[in-house]
């Protein structure tokens, strides 16, 4: 009896819940109203199958209490029960579906009347673009991606020279307009989520998808990440502002084309630039935008103010500081924060658009317009012994310690020589399937030449990129030692990953190759050239025990995938396996 009574409780609840709950559906924005119903549908049929089932369980459990003396009766079976089953369950999964069916059918049906608009999301930020007077998109291909063309637009396509980008987190539509939305990815699964227009689809690596939506309320709207794609996926944040015609067509013709980048002009603000660059660099792995707690500093509110360093001195975060703690980090050290990260090689306006990001996130940071889209080629003077000139070129060398000694006149002119060359000449056609008609040559040292293709996305060719990376170190391509303890320092590595043996908050790479691993799942692998590289691109794959699974995927070059093997294989004491060449054999 009681147990019934609590059945009843539950179902009465969860019903009061259902309507009750401040947890409500927000204002309807766009013109599917269809899915709103396919929701209500959806909770109709599965509360009357709630209440049904649940109320039917009470009164069992009532009907048939245990009563001295009373023998239960067995029946072999019930088809007249069975059929009713049968029909009642066939008939609410009909009603439960077809609807769905149909509201996705006119989904991905676009109005022949539709503007058009694309978003590409990358780790973790949006940004836009609009096709010119043409009506037409230009190609795009991952060989043309550079910090100046970070939509990898075909600078040889004609289509491509006035189309309209937009780097900002916020994209501008025209009310009672449809527009198509063509989706993405630059690295991992995304998803393009406006909660007020019900609207939503994956960004998958590779493929161009799309979606259709009609705006019908003016204001702005949250545009959020709703698939996980790593640490920061909870900042993954954008807006959509809904205009009046005349609004957004004055909006429109401030925006830069792609033609006005190629002559010099940038399509990002000196802020955007600066977020870009944190998330491409990990530097949000370790720094918070939120005020959360982490390895390092977090960054909120942290311009301006007063921090309390190793040694017991105090420091004021400005320019100066900020530059020597990215360039110099070992220089001064915060209080209650380890010693762990390493010295980045930036340009002068990566340092610019960083410090400018940093301050951006404080309530002390200096008022500007710096995140306008205006050109971003000045360099704001610091009060350091950097000395500016057209850019900022900087010399690094590390001792064996990891010690950066940085010259007076900072100069960068790194080159990587290396057997591996890429040759790019396919493009992406956004409206069309894929074109692909690139490949990359590796010579592995053995006569062998393996080629994949190259359009596809920087993650979405990581899992052929390792498989051949993986293939060409085992076949004898050495990777080359300098570039790996390189790429470990540009990448950041070695924020996470110790060298000495010292505990991190990733593995040591001191006598890690050819180590034995035990991960979450309890499982064992053996650490060989083949499980660094799918570590390196596909970290979320395999973690190891005890560790946290924060580390971002990184889309590396060949000749960096084997120099990073080449370096943790060189840190290994044990010379007869520090080959990444030579495969581990189990005694």
């Known amino acids: 009896m009681t147990f019934a009574v609590i059945l009843l409780v539950i179902v009465i609840a969860s019903v009061l819940f ?4 401040p947890w409500q559906a927000t204002p309807l924005a766009s013109n599917w109203q269809s899915i709103d119903t396919t929701i209500a549908m959806t909770f109709l049929i599965t509360g009357i199958f709630f209440v049904a089932i649940v109320g039917f369980m009470a009164y069992c459990v009532y009907r048939y209490r245990a009563v001295p003396g009373r023998r239960s009766e067995y029946q072999r079976d019930n088809k007249k029960l069975e059929w009713w089953l049968i029909a009642i369950t066939t008939l609410g999964i009909v009603i439960l579906l077809a609807p769905g069916l149909v509201v996705y059918s006119d989904f991905v049906h676009v109005p022949k009347d539709a503007s058009e608009f694309e978003a590409v999301g990358e780790q973790w930020r949006w940004s836009y673009r609009l096709p010119g007077e043409d009506d037409e998109f230009g190609r795009t291909s991952i060989g043309h991606m550079n910090d100046k063309n970070t939509f990898g637009i075909d600078p040889d396509d004609p289509a491509g020279q006035d189309d309209i980008l937009v780097a900002g987190s916020q ?71 809904v205009d009046e015609l005349a609004t957004y067509q004055a909006w429109l013709s401030s925006q830069k084309t792609f033609a ?21 660099r990990g530097c949000l792995a370790c720094h918070s935008v939120d005020g959360s707690a982490a390895l390092g500093p977090g960054w909120l509110d942290l311009y301006g103010s007063s921090e309390n360093l190793a040694d017991g001195s105090q420091v004021v975060v400005d320019d100066a500081y900020l530059v020597e703690s990215i360039v110099n980090p070992a220089a001064k050290i915060v209080a209650g924060y380890p010693a ?29 317009d ?23 070129d900087i010399k690094t060398s590390l001792d064996t310690e990891a010690s950066l000694e940085t010259e007076a006149s900072l100069d960068i002119k790194n080159s990587l020589d290396t057997e591996a060359s890429l040759e790019t000449e396919a493009s992406l056609d956004t409206e069309t399937s894929l074109d692909i008609e690139t490949s990359l040559d590796i010579d592995t040292g053995s006569g062998k030449n393996t080629s994949l293709p190259t359009d596809l996305g920087p993650v979405a060719n990581l899992k052929i990129t390792a498989e051949i990376a993986s293939d060409a170190v085992l076949d004898g391509m050495q990777g080359d030692v300098a570039i790996g303890e390189r790429s470990a320092t540009t990448y950041g590595c070695l924020g996470c990953h110790s060298v000495d043996g010292s505990a991190g908050l990733g593995p040591t790479w001191l006598d890690l190759f050819h ?49 990073l093997v080449a370096y943790i294989a060189s840190l290994t004491s044990n010379r007869a396996i520090a080959d990444p060449a030579i495969p581990k054999t189990e005694e």
């Open 18 to 21: 259902h309507f009750l709950s």
């Open 171 to 241: 994209m501008h539509l025209p009310i009672d307009q449809p527009v198509k939305v063509n989706l993405r990815s630059k690295d991992v699964l995304h998803d393009f989520y406006v909660p007020d227009f019900r609207a939503k689809m994956d960004l998958i690596p590779g493929q161009v998808t799309y979606f259709w939506f009609t705006p019908t309320v003016l204001g702005t709207f949250d545009i959020a990440c709703a698939e996980y794609c790593g640490i920061g996926h909870y900042n993954m944040r954008g807006q959509i502002v």
């Open 515 to 563: 180590r034995q691993e035990t991960l979450i799942d309890g499982s064992q692998v053996w650490v060989d050239a083949d499980y660094l590289i799918q570590s390196i691109v596909h970290p979320a794959a395999q973690i190891v025990a005890d560790y946290p699974p924060i580390m971002a995927a990184y889309a590396l070059s060949p000749e960096e995938l084997g120099g």
């Open 340 to 368: 762990v990260m390493v010295a980045y090689a930036l340009s002068g306006e990566q340092l610019d658009s960083l410090v400018a990001y940093i301050a951006s996130l404080s309530s002390l940071g200096p008022s500007s």
């Open 260 to 280: 006005e980048v190629l002559t010099g002009g940038t399509v990002e603000g000196i802020v955007a630039q600066g977020q870009r660059l944190a998330s491409s």
């Open 370 to 392: 710096a995140d306008s889209s205006s050109d971003a080629d000045s360099s704001s003077d610091t009060e350091t012994s950097l000395e500016t000139e057209a850019s900022l």
